[in-house]
């Protein structure tokens, strides 16, 4: 026993790669559309990191946030985690300029400036806010889903966490709750390797995530979370099972954080040797080399993909800003009361 305990961890530089790409079809219907969106998010996410430094950069995780997200039906909804949550809110029909102004605490946010920037529109089926206490949002998303369940049909919710967040007893209540009830749900662990400064492997013994899936009898599947196309076909594949009434998937998407934590943080942590690999696996990149590979798009209309992309996020930060502050523009009754 004194030998387990006096164990090293092991070398975060090793631990936790992502899977090999698989055999994930590779949708050209969707490639350009897919392109455009993980452009669009890290265009915003720079942007933001440069407008607020205390905003938590998505760099690098783009595949897996829009890979998740993508496909669902208007009437399902979108639990998104912390990390990157305004283009999932994107796809589900927000305003960029209200999504810059929720950053910049003004009035023309989702909740008026307040609540937290990560805030999402509860009216277009997404979790109308995200707690600096992690974790909540995983009971809020079970809920849901509970409440999907007792009105029959086939709504479905997918709730996305980081690996930090598994941890916490609110994973555990949540996912036990959903194995047992068999509820409509997909839980998707954004799985970028840190949780703030601590590296997973040394919080996590079993090494992977969906080894615990087994204990709340679902099934759990690790799969590569910078591959786009990888990303969108587990989900919706488990999707169409939640649908039918199998009930709930674990799915463990191995990505990397890029940026800081924040902003502002300087990743002092990590050294270059960790951080190289994964960017030679950057989700943008292996998907725009297969948009040119397969002749979808050359690269003037890749470039003028982007220039579309910078121009939408340029005008959206212009409205944004011209808004006027959450303390200027007053805290309504509405706010307050209910009608």
């Known amino acids: 026993m004194a030998d387990l305990l006096e164990s090293p961890p092991r070398s975060p530089a090793t631990a936790f790669t992502a899977p090999a790409p698989g055999d994930a079809a590779r949708d050209t219907t969707h490639a350009l559309e897919l392109l455009r969106l993980l452009a669009l998010c890290r265009t915003l996410e720079q942007t933001l990191c440069e407008l607020n430094p205390r905003w938590f950069p998505a760099l690098g995780e783009e595949a897996t946030l829009v890979g998740a997200f993508h496909g669902l039906r208007a009437t399902d909804f979108a639990a998104a985690h912390y990390r990157g949550p305004f283009i999932v809110y994107y796809m589900r029909g927000a305003e960029l300029a209200r999504l810059v102004g929720q950053c910049l605490a003004k009035a023309n946010g989702y909740a008026r400036g307040r609540a937290l920037g990560f805030t999402g529109p509860l009216e277009l089926g997404c979790l109308p806010w995200v707690a600096g206490d992690l974790g909540t949002g995983l009971g809020v998303a079970t809920g849901v889903a509970t409440g999907y369940q007792y009105e029959g049909g086939d709504r479905v919710v997918v709730c996305s966490f980081g690996d930090g967040t598994s941890n916490r007893g609110d994973f555990h209540e949540a996912l036990n709750l959903a194995g ?14 840190y949780s703030i400064s601590l590296h997973a492997s040394k919080v996590l013994p079993a090494g992977s995530i969906t080894t615990r899936a087994a204990g709340y009898g679902m099934p759990g599947l690790t799969i590569d979370g910078n591959d786009v196309f990888a990303v969108r076909q587990a989900v919706q594949d488990v999707v169409a099972r939640a649908r039918a009434g199998d009930g709930p998937t674990l799915i463990e998407a191995c990505t990397y954080r890029l940026g800081g934590h924040w902003a502002a943080d300087p990743g002092g942590y990590r050294t270059d ?8 696996r950057d989700p943008i990149d292996r998907i725009q080399r297969f948009v040119l590979d397969t002749d979808l798009a050359d690269q003037s209309a890749v470039d003028q993909l982007w220039s579309d992309v910078r121009a939408e996020v340029t005008a959206a930060v212009e409205i944004a800003q011209s808004a006027p502050s959450c303390e ?7 706010e307050v009361f209910a009608k």
Request: with cysteine; hydrophobic share 40%.
């Open 180 to 193: 047992v009830w068999k509820l409509p749900i997909v839980y998707v662990c954004q799985h970028n390797q």
């Open 328 to 334: 200027e523009a007053g805290l309504g009754l509405d």
């Open 273 to 280: 040797d960790e951080v190289a690999p994964w960017r030679q």
